[in-house]
């Protein structure tokens, strides 16, 4: 009997406790979702109004008092009535019809622009009555052999007024989609014009490729600096989901992407070779235009099939997570955080769990007026946790502060952790209070990676701060091109309250010099 509970003592101290506590600090509001999953699953049930499957494929925000949904169906919807709380009246306009499967949703110079299939377009409304009498093609010219994964996603803006978008290879053509496609002469891949490329659009309207080797991009947005990030999601060539920054020339992992590359206008050239097959620091040396992710979601600690990219814009009325990034993990039906930095010119950061018990696949965000944060769900295709095939939600700051750590920063030699609150100096100068350990990847045409070259590091404690705000932490060895994973759950608040999330994984591309 003694011993029977002493196993389940040790079983629940070893169960995370986070996911129980995140909604005392971010609620989730359901506006439009079942409230079981036998309804869910259902093959008549369909949310309000009139049967309208609410497949969210895109979010934009209208005005204080709505926003403006995409559906995978190839409409876009006017709701009315979501902010409430509860969200007891909720109306529903639909704007715009007969498009084909717009995977983005983006509200600029009163109009509204998507990415369909075969283009980016623009809706507008010129009699005021809220139904679009105009759609324009803004741009075109990419490939479109028929293959069911050829996604197009987009349009976000970056900070100098140019509209990205970002497309899916196409995986395994058969032979009446290969006559559609082009080939690289050297490489022999073949794929669509431009698929797996992440392609922008100038305020004339001019398309140009950026940069190459996307696998399935179904995230991207700007940071605060007005820099374009995607997401990837693991399979091949891709070792597990992770954040790129785009820029032009650049390549970042997918091979077949290449097959475009000796297209006029392509600003990448003389790739002669892949390394597949090896680890990544080794093939990033082999391949200088390839270039590592800002930041690796390790596989299913972080998710499994990364989407899209929001910045927290809201200046504190989300909570302590004002100019970072908050990121949709469709497969655990939940939302990650990433705090960027940059190091010698480079992006690079940590990934943290934020948000988990959405109702569906979380497929596209969008920050609200008032800060809060409209989250959609679709999952079709694929599986997804949660009580939805579809839906929308809301995520609200209940106002509270979680403990957690708000930035983990590269140091010369290990890290430095800042909070969002004052901590109990004794835990964290106490050793005991932390592990890490850290991996890399095998870059390779097979699906994913294992975690390599894993290691267990050696960290101390070797200054806090006289707040408890901040620890710095000497970690040896530092380990270029590595996930440094950090725990730390002997770390305290002044309350005695442990860490909301107590994991951190930080990718580390670069180290830092000395001053």
Same mark, same amino acid.
């Given at each position: 009997?003694?011993?029977?509970?002493?196993?389940?003592?040790?079983?629940?101290?070893?169960?995370?406790?986070?996911?129980?506590?995140?909604?005392?600090?971010?609620?989730?509001?359901?506006?439009?979702?079942?409230?079981?999953?036998?309804?869910?699953?259902?093959?008549?049930?369909?949310?309000?109004?009139?049967?309208?499957?609410?497949?969210?494929?895109?979010?934009?925000?209208?005005?204080?008092?709505?926003?403006?949904?995409?559906?995978?169906?190839?409409?876009? &919807?006017?709701?009315?009535?979501?902010?409430?709380?509860?969200?007891?009246?909720?109306?529903?306009?639909?704007?715009?019809?007969?498009?084909?499967?717009?995977?983005?949703?983006?509200?600029?110079?009163?109009?509204?622009?998507?990415?369909?299939?075969?283009?980016?377009?623009?809706?507008?409304?010129? @009699?005021?009555?809220?139904?679009?009498?105009?759609?324009?093609?803004?741009?075109?010219?990419?490939?479109?052999?028929?293959?069911?994964?050829?996604?197009?996603?987009?349009?976000?803006?970056?900070?100098?007024?140019?509209? &990205?978008?970002?497309?899916?290879?196409?995986?395994?053509?058969?032979?009446?989609?290969?006559?559609?496609?082009?080939?690289?002469?050297?490489?022999?891949? #073949?794929?669509?014009? &431009?698929?797996?490329?992440?392609?922008?659009?100038?305020?004339?309207?001019?398309?140009?490729?950026?940069?190459?080797? =996307?696998?399935?991009?179904?995230?991207?947005?700007?940071?605060?600096?007005?820099?374009?990030?995607?997401?990837?999601?693991?399979?091949?060539?891709?070792?597990?989901?992770?954040?790129?920054?785009?820029?032009?020339?650049?390549?970042?992992?997918?091979?077949?992407?290449?097959?475009?590359?000796?297209?006029?206008?392509?600003?990448?050239?003389?790739?002669?070779?892949?390394?597949?097959?090896?680890?990544?620091?080794?093939?990033?040396?082999? =391949?200088?235009?390839?270039?590592?992710? $800002?930041?690796?979601?390790?596989?299913?600690?972080?998710?499994?099939?990364?989407?899209?990219? =929001?910045?927290?814009?809201?200046?504190?009325?989300?909570?302590?997570?004002?100019?970072?990034?908050?990121?949709?993990?469709?497969?655990?039906?939940?939302?990650?955080?990433?705090?960027?930095?940059?190091? @010698?010119?480079?992006?690079?950061? $940590?990934?943290?769990?934020?948000?988990?018990?959405?109702?569906?696949?979380?497929?596209?965000?969008?920050?609200?007026?008032?800060?809060?944060?409209?989250?959609?769900?679709?999952?079709?295709?694929?599986?997804?946790?949660?009580?939805?095939?579809?839906?929308?939600?809301?995520?609200?700051?209940?106002?509270?502060?979680?403990?957690?750590?708000?930035?983990? #920063?590269?140091?010369?030699?290990?890290?430095?952790?800042?909070?969002?609150?004052?901590?109990?100096?004794?835990?964290?100068?106490?050793?005991?209070?932390?592990?890490?350990?850290?991996?890399?990847?095998?870059?390779?045409?097979?699906?994913?990676?294992?975690?390599?070259?894993?290691?267990?590091?050696?960290?101390?404690?070797?200054?806090?701060?006289?707040?408890?705000?901040?620890?710095?932490?000497?970690?040896?060895?530092?380990?270029?091109?590595?996930?440094?994973?950090?725990?730390?759950?002997?770390?305290?608040?002044? @309350?005695?309250?442990?860490?909301?999330?107590?994991?951190?994984?930080?990718?580390?591309?670069?180290?830092?010099?000395?001053?």
């Amino acid at each position: 009997m003694k011993s029977s509970i002493a196993l389940l003592l040790f079983v629940l101290t070893a169960l995370p406790c986070a996911a129980a506590d995140e909604a005392d600090y971010y609620r989730i509001i359901s506006i439009s979702t079942p409230k079981a999953q036998t309804a869910s699953r259902s093959q008549n049930w369909k949310p309000a109004p009139d049967g309208l499957a609410l497949e969210v494929s895109g979010i934009t925000r209208v005005d204080d008092s709505r926003i403006a949904v995409a559906i995978r169906k190839g409409e876009i &919807w006017f709701l009315d009535g979501v902010y409430d709380d509860p969200p007891s009246n909720v109306q529903y306009h639909r704007f715009a019809s007969a498009l084909h499967e717009p995977l983005g949703l983006l509200k600029h110079n009163d109009a509204y622009y998507c990415v369909q299939r075969s283009e980016l377009t623009r809706i507008a409304d010129l @009699d005021g009555d809220d139904v679009a009498d105009e759609y324009l093609t803004v741009a075109k010219g990419w490939g479109v052999t028929g293959h069911y994964h050829e996604y197009a996603y987009g349009p976000k803006l970056d900070g100098q007024g140019n509209l &990205w978008l970002t497309l899916n290879i196409g995986l395994g053509l058969n032979k009446d989609q290969q006559q559609h496609a082009v080939t690289d002469p050297k490489l022999g891949y #073949r794929q669509g014009l &431009w698929r797996g490329w992440g392609m922008m659009v100038d305020p004339t309207g001019k398309l140009s490729p950026v940069c190459a080797g =996307m696998r399935s991009p179904s995230g991207l947005g700007a940071n605060a600096a007005g820099d374009m990030f995607y997401t990837d999601q693991q399979g091949n060539w891709v070792a597990t989901n992770s954040l790129h920054h785009m820029r032009s020339g650049v390549f970042f992992h997918h091979a077949e992407a290449l097959a475009s590359m000796s297209q006029p206008g392509s600003p990448l050239k003389g790739i002669d070779q892949v390394p597949g097959g090896l680890a990544l620091p080794e093939a990033l040396q082999r =391949m200088p235009a390839m270039k590592p992710p $800002a930041v690796w979601f390790p596989y299913k600690k972080m998710g499994q099939s990364t989407t899209d990219v =929001m910045l927290d814009a809201s200046d504190g009325g989300f909570g302590p997570f004002a100019g970072q990034l908050l990121i949709g993990e469709f497969t655990q039906a939940s939302i990650n955080r990433v705090f960027l930095e940059k190091v @010698d010119g480079e992006y690079q950061g $940590a990934c943290f769990p934020f948000r988990r018990g959405l109702g569906s696949a979380v497929l596209r965000l969008t920050q609200g007026d008032d800060g809060s944060v409209f989250v959609g769900l679709t999952n079709r295709g694929w599986s997804s946790l949660g009580t939805a095939s579809y839906g929308l939600q809301r995520l609200v700051w209940t106002g509270k502060m979680p403990t957690e750590i708000q930035e983990m #920063r590269a140091t010369p030699d290990g890290f430095e952790l800042v909070f969002t609150k004052p901590m109990d100096r004794k835990s964290l100068q106490n050793a005991d209070s932390y592990s890490i350990r850290s991996y890399t990847y095998r870059y390779q045409s097979g699906y994913g990676s294992d975690e390599i070259q894993d290691r267990v590091l050696n960290v101390r404690p070797v200054d806090v701060s006289a707040d408890g705000r901040r620890v710095r932490l000497k970690v040896d060895p530092l380990r270029r091109y590595f996930v440094h994973e950090l725990h730390a759950p002997g770390v305290r608040d002044t @309350d005695g309250q442990p860490l909301l999330h107590s994991n951190a994984y930080y990718t580390l591309n670069r180290i830092p010099s000395k001053d």
